[in-house]
């Protein structure tokens, strides 16, 4: 049971990044829009008239 | 009447008969009901956009002008001494700054925009926030100009606004942060603790070496450490603030079980003696601070409608001088300047009409679909809309001092008012806490005097088996599951005390124009008084209308596929227009202007609200009478609130024929009308004191009063913004139906509230004793009070399922 001195300690650290991960997430905005994002990838832009976006030429004249 | 079968594709409105307006998309001809619509669907399609129409899943709104003299002011935007007050990085090409979008009505809206303008050569990044229609924009000057890139946004149909984010905006975003922050620290927290607990807990009755656990509670310790310092020092705050005005809140006995269960941790880990509570603390914590940041995201959303009056005043002013017309930053008005605004722009400042006559929307202030006409002398309100021709206006306040920065005062202020019943509910946890110390003193000082050893761990059970934990939580957590229900449904509740009220309502009254109508007028009725029958009648009313801008112009317009010519056109802005068709003079407009002074004595039917009456050669000819229409789902809500036991009546300040053809059509019995907003409110005032409790429902400014007054006031999602200001609710959605849905979820989580208070008392109740008298051992006080409160918030989660299944 002694390694219980180790993982313990071990889980703090990772405790510890959980909570910063989480703070770099609420500045950099992650959870600004709570509605948005899920609707958003449902939108395909893979049309090559979108202008400045790659797009594969296969998928050309899909729209329609 | 003209039926319309056919629906714009774009905005849904009907395509008036006739009209030749369309795009291919998506592989068919689709009808367009106007030019604005069709550029709008032709630029969507020739910038690769058509799967927007794919996914959005509302019509779009109907586009304002795209005449080229506004597109043109946009350039006014390129002024350095304008963006001043809204760009950001102003050393370098590269620029910031902050958009309101307005037309955003799904998330396929988005999308467009996103796309559209993030292809635009030389915009570095441009990001929309769904949730607040809010737009981030980067972009290289010396690439594009602002008045391009607010140029195409206009072009796929919506319109940005600059705005200076400093305000409001920072605020809520640092608050919700760091709301959130605290929100995660004490959910880690916890979580961990708990584990750590469990193994403690276990290990007591599997025999754990004391080492071992003494190791455990110094990490629990060390865990907790940054909860108790960081996530619940609000409620720390708060108490001391409390206390520092002598007065007992519900966070004093928060902090003190916080604290106290805390510290006596602490103790009992330095010293090695007693129970450690790390987990009950932590726990304890996170569940209320979630409950807090349900509670502040409800008041930001309706906090947001003060930020979108900013968006009512233009940026930019005409001036009149000496040497002619120069356009000014709206912030560089002074008092007494001359200035030109032309139809269908807003009005930049308060101030008094100098020279021409017009009609003004001034739905902002009054929720009344209709213009206002205006002459030489009338006051006009800064955010109202110029509707029919230029007028010239000298200006009398400007800034904070407009009407407009009073109503945005008045909003900050409803808002941050606290309800008189969340203010009892703290006078009674007064009463509580005062109670609960004085117990723990009396059994205190009692094993002081006869067992001093016992005497701190006896009171500490005391404190925490009472812990006010579960009776805390238990009204709370209730709230929170069903306004997040509601909300889901579109009901968005911006007061704590409007759930358990509503529960509670016997009558539930409606405002009549905006809230049981749509507030859109239609064409009702045509009498004729001649031979011509009503279908000739229109096409003489919209040959004559044909150029109006006033909407009961464009409506009579509307009805007919191909206007005649007409000649010799004189409108009068606010009283109609004459104009000669075939030969024959006809006037059309309000009653005494169409007749000029001949005689007229026709019986008005007055079952609607309003009419337009025209003449030919100075004889009646016809009269266009207009109503308001109800909205689709008024008479099932009607149905569904009867059903529900309510006792529904109709306040309505319209004409008594109008209201009861209103309340007939919905089965409604009981009505008034003709009343001021001082006699609504002594209508509910009566009722009140008979003993009903009444929920009113309202969208205008007139209805601020009665809302105010009323136990529950529900305001409507389209209505003013003062209205919704004054409202306890309001009904984002539009919908009357969810008011009964609204009305079951408050039903039920009273019911639940009542089940939480009841075990969180009985547990007091038979826990007090035993710990006074020495039973229960801290620990034992521990889990009890971490089931009990894990319980009640449990009970509370069974309300959530509402706008669940309503979703599907």
């Known amino acids: ?64 | 009447m003209t039926e319309t079968n056919h629906s714009c594709f774009h905005c849904g409105l009907p395509v008036p008969k006739g009209s030749h307006y369309h795009v291919e998309i998506l592989g068919e001809d689709r009808e367009m009901c106007c030019p604005g619509c069709e550029a709008v669907a032709s630029a969507i399609v020739e910038g690769g956009l058509t799967d927007f129409y794919k996914h959005r899943t509302q019509n779009s709104t109907t586009p304002t002008t795209t005449v080229p003299e506004i597109l043109d002011e946009l350039t006014l935007y390129d002024r350095p001494e304008l963006q001043r007050s809204f760009v950001t990085g102003d050393d370098s090409e590269i620029k910031q700054a902050a958009l309101i979008l307005e037309g955003i009505v799904c998330a396929a809206c988005v999308w467009l925009n996103e796309r559209h303008v993030g292809g635009l050569p030389g915009v570095i990044d441009f990001s929309v926030n769904y949730a607040t229609h809010r737009a981030q924009l980067k972009w290289d000057n010396s690439q594009i100009h602002l008045s391009d890139i607010l140029k195409e946004i206009t072009a796929i149909g919506y319109v940005a606004h600059p705005f200076d984010p400093g305000r409001q905006e920072q605020i809520y975003k640092k608050e919700r942060g760091q709301a959130l922050k605290r929100l995660a620290v004490a959910g880690f927290g916890a979580m961990q603790v708990m584990m750590l607990a469990v193994a403690l807990y276990a290990g007591e009755a599997e025999g754990m070496k004391e080492s071992m656990k003494q190791f455990f509670r110094w990490i629990s310790l060390l865990i907790a450490l940054p909860v108790i310092l960081y996530s619940a020092r609000p409620f720390f705050t708060s108490a001391l603030g409390d206390l520092k005005r002598k007065r007992l809140g519900m966070d004093v006995p928060v902090s003190l079980a916080i604290g106290g269960a805390f510290l006596a941790s602490i103790y009992a880990t330095v010293t090695n003696s007693g129970e450690v509570y790390f987990d009950s603390v932590t726990m304890f914590t996170f569940f209320l601070l979630s409950g807090r940041f349900l509670e502040m995201g409800a008041r930001q959303r309706a906090g947001q409608a003060a930020e979108e009056l900013v968006k009512l005043l233009p940026a930019m002013a005409t001036r009149l001088t000496a040497d002619g017309e120069e356009v000014i930053p709206v912030t560089d008005l002074q008092h007494g300047d001359r200035i030109r605004v032309r139809p269908g722009d807003s009005i930049p400042a308060d101030g008094r009409v100098l020279s021409g006559q017009s009609s003004v929307d001034e739905s902002l202030l009054t929720g009344e679909s209709l213009p206002v006409a205006k002459l030489v002398g009338a006051g006009v309100t800064a955010g109202t809309v110029n509707v029919e021709s230029p007028l010239e206006i000298s200006v009398e306040k400007i800034g904070e001092e407009t009407v407009l920065a009073a109503i945005r005062r008045l909003l900050d202020r409803a808002q941050s008012e606290k309800p008189a019943i969340a203010l009892l509910a703290d006078k009674v946890a007064g009463y509580f806490v005062g109670a609960l110390l004085l117990v723990a003193l009396g059994v205190g000082s009692y094993w002081y005097l006869y067992n001093p050893d016992q005497a701190f761990w006896i009171v500490l059970s005391v404190l925490v088996v009472t812990c006010p934990c579960a009776l805390s939580l238990a009204t709370p957590a209730a709230m929170t599951a069903a306004t997040g229900s509601l909300t889901r449904l579109g009901v968005l509740t911006t007061r704590g005390h409007a759930m358990e009220t509503l529960a509670q309502t016997s009558h539930m009254l409606f405002d009549k124009t905006g809230t049981l109508t749509t507030g859109q007028l239609t064409l009702a009725k045509v009498e004729t008084f001649t031979e011509l029958d009503e279908q000739q009648c229109l096409m003489i009313a919209a040959a004559l209308e044909q150029v109006s801008e006033h909407p009961v112009g464009r409506l009579l317009a509307a009805q007919v596929e191909k206007p005649q010519p007409v000649s010799d056109i004189v409108a009068t802005p606010g009283q109609g227009i004459s104009g000669t068709v075939n030969g024959v003079a006809y006037r059309i407009g309000r009653t005494a202007y169409a007749l000029q002074g001949s005689e007229y004595t026709h019986e008005l039917d007055h079952a609607h609200s309003h009419a337009v009456l025209a003449t030919a050669e100075g004889k009646p000819l016809a009269e266009f009478q207009l109503s308001d229409a109800l909205r689709p789902d008024a008479v099932e809500a009607v149905r569904q609130l009867k059903q529900a036991g309510l006792k529904l009546a109709i306040l309505s300040g319209d004409q008594p024929a109008v209201v009861k053809r209103v309340a007939v059509e919905l089965g409604i019995d009981t009505y008034q009308s003709g009343l001021s907003p001082e006699g609504k409110l002594a209508a509910i005032k009566a009722l009140q004191s008979q003993g009903a409790v009444v929920s009113m429902v309202g969208d205008g400014v007139n209805d601020a009063p009665v809302l105010a007054g009323a136990e529950v006031s529900v305001a409507m999602g389209s209505g003013t913004q003062l209205a919704q200001a004054s409202a306890d609710m309001v009904l984002l959605s539009g919908q009357l139906t969810h008011l009964s849905e609204a009305l079951k979820v408050a039903t039920k989580a009273r019911l639940i509230v009542r089940q939480n208070l009841g075990w969180a008392i009985g547990y007091n109740l038979v826990a007090l004793p035993l710990a006074a008298a020495g039973y229960i051992a801290p620990w034992m006080a521990a889990i009890g009070m971490s089931a009990s409160s894990l319980l009640v918030v449990l009970n509370a989660l069974r309300l959530n399922q509402y706008g669940r299944n309503e979703k599907k």
């Open chain 1, 1 to 64: 049971m002694e390694i219980l001195y180790l993982l313990i300690p071990l889980g703090l650290v990772i405790f510890a990044i959980a909570i910063w991960a989480f703070v770099w997430a609420v500045k950099s905005g992650q959870f600004d829009d709570m509605e948005g994002p899920a609707h958003r990838i449902l939108m395909d832009d893979d049309d090559p008239r979108i202008p400045g976006k790659k797009t594969d030429p296969g998928l050309k004249d899909r729209d329609g």
